[in-house]
């Protein structure tokens, strides 16, 4: 680069830090952050599972509802119950081909009440609703009564939730809302769910 480029480059480089700066300094707010991690790509689980991680790494208190029907094994579980992070899951003797929308109901309701107790006990810096969107979707959890479960936590506690297809009013209330898109997948080409990687 010749020295006018970078003079020009060094410029362009301050400006856009200056405006970083700016914006970094007019964020004074402290609370806890609502988060929604929807979309079709793979990554949701490990997004919220990786900020539990951070949270308990800063000696923070974190817990767990899995929204999941059958017993699927879960790497992060098997760490992080190790490292004093509660998981609450909903265990159901699911299979594709004998839904019970009564069982299945009252497993989501299950474990939405300890979903509840989580979301109003200040000691807990994060709960994980992982996979919570589907137990809305299909009526097993009431969405105006999660609305404001979420609404009433603890000023400072956050929230994620997890799942496809999340509710418009679940994003609108979210703080932060993140899609992951699926651009291509192992399994449409036949590979397995490996264990490690995706479970
Ligand atoms: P992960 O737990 O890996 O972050 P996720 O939470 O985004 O995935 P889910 O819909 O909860 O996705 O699905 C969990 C399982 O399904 C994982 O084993 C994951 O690899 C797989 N999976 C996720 N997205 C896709 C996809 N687009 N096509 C096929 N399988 C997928
Ligand atoms: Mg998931």
């Not at 979309?39 to 689980?45: A, F, L, V």
């Not at 699911?94 to 299950?110: G, I, L, R, V, Y």
């Not at 509840?116 to 959890?141: A, F, H, P």
């Not at 009013?169 to 590979?191: P, Q």
């Amino acid at each position: 680069m010749s020295d006018t480029n970078n003079e020009k480059h060094q410029q362009r480089q301050q400006k856009v830090k200056d405006k970083v700066d700016e914006r970094i300094a007019a964020a004074q707010i402290e609370k806890g952050i609502f988060q929604v991690i929807t979309g079709n790509g793979k990554g949701k689980s490990t997004s919220g599972f990786g900020t539990v991680t951070r949270c308990v790494g800063h000696g923070m208190k974190a817990a767990v509802c899995q929204f999941i029907k059958g017993t699927w094994p879960c790497g992060e579980r098997n760490l992080l119950q190790g490292a004093g992070v509660e998981f609450a899951i909903m265990n159901t003797g699911f299979t594709w081909e004998t839904q019970n929308k009564e069982s299945d109901t009252a497993a989501a309701q299950a474990t939405w009440q300890e979903a509840k107790r989580m979301l109003c006990d200040e000691s807990i810096n994060l709960v994980l609703l992982d996979e919570i969107t589907y137990m809305i979707t299909y009526g097993y959890i009431d969405l105006e009564e999660a609305l404001e479960v979420i609404s009433n936590r603890p000023a400072m506690q956050s929230v994620i939730v997890t799942g496809r297809g999340a509710h418009r009013k679940l994003t609108d209330l979210a703080d932060t809302v993140s899609e992951v898109r699926n651009v291509k997948h192992a399994f449409d080409a036949g590979v397995k769910a490996q264990i490690g990687f995706d479970y």
